[in-house]
Every structure is written in C-alpha cells, then in structure tokens.
C-alpha cells in the first residue's frame, strides 16, 4: 500500500520560500512515477511536478517552471518540493502524489492522473 505524508506547509510573504516535504512507503517498484500537485480554492486540482524515482527527467507545470524543484532522497525515501519566489497565486493546497502514467502530462494544465495522495498541506502567501 502506497503512502504519502505530507509536511512543511506554512504562511510567507510575497517572494518568500518554502520547502514541503513527502514521506513515501510502500511503493511497489524501484521505478515509479511521483510528483506534486495543488488546490487553489474554487478550481480542480492540477499537477505541478513529475517525476520517475530510480531515474528519469522532472516536469513542471509552466506555472511554477523556474521557481519550483522537485527531488527525492532515495536514503530516507523522501519527496521534496522547493518553492522560491512565491506569489500569491501560489496560495493553495499542495499535495504529495504517485502512481502516473508519465510525469511529462504535469506540463498539461488541469492535468492530476495519480493514483495515490497525501493528506495535503496548506501553503498561503501573503501579498
């Protein structure tokens, strides 16, 4: 059973940053699909980050490419999303995920075809 826990979601101002974290168990192949999506309030959810643990290019939604790094910590099996340059757009609910067909669709917005979530953790930035 694959699981996901999310933290490090807090509150920063406008060009602030932060970094969530993802504690990963259970995955059933050395080479598996993972990434980041988010929930602003009112819209669907939509992937921001992919990637293949064991190897393998990230992808990022334009929205974030360029302020946003993904990676992963094969030692401590843990899943990181760096934010930087936050904006007040960023302001939602991220969520650690896995199990996708191909880490690239996270460039297709509205795009969120994982099979497994965390929890979420709130990050709000403030204008």
Do not use: H
């Not at 939602?92 to 880490?103: H, K, L, S, W």
């Amino acid at each position: 059973q694959v699981q996901l826990m999310e933290s490090g979601g807090g509150s920063v101002q406008t060009g602030g940053s932060l970094r969530l974290s993802c504690a990963v168990s259970g995955l059933p192949a050395s080479t598996y699909c993972v990434g980041w999506a988010r929930q602003i309030t009112g819209k669907e959810r939509e992937g921001v980050a992919g990637t293949y643990i064991g190897g393998g290019s990230t992808y990022y939604a334009d929205s974030v490419k360029g302020r946003f790094t993904m990676s992963y910590d094969d030692a401590k099996n843990m899943l990181y999303l760096q934010m930087e340059s936050l904006k007040p757009e960023d302001t939602a609910m991220y969520y650690c995920a896995a199990d996708c067909n191909n880490p690239s669709w996270v460039r297709v917005p509205g795009w969120r075809d994982f099979g497994f979530w965390g929890q979420g953790t709130q990050v709000t930035v403030s204008s």
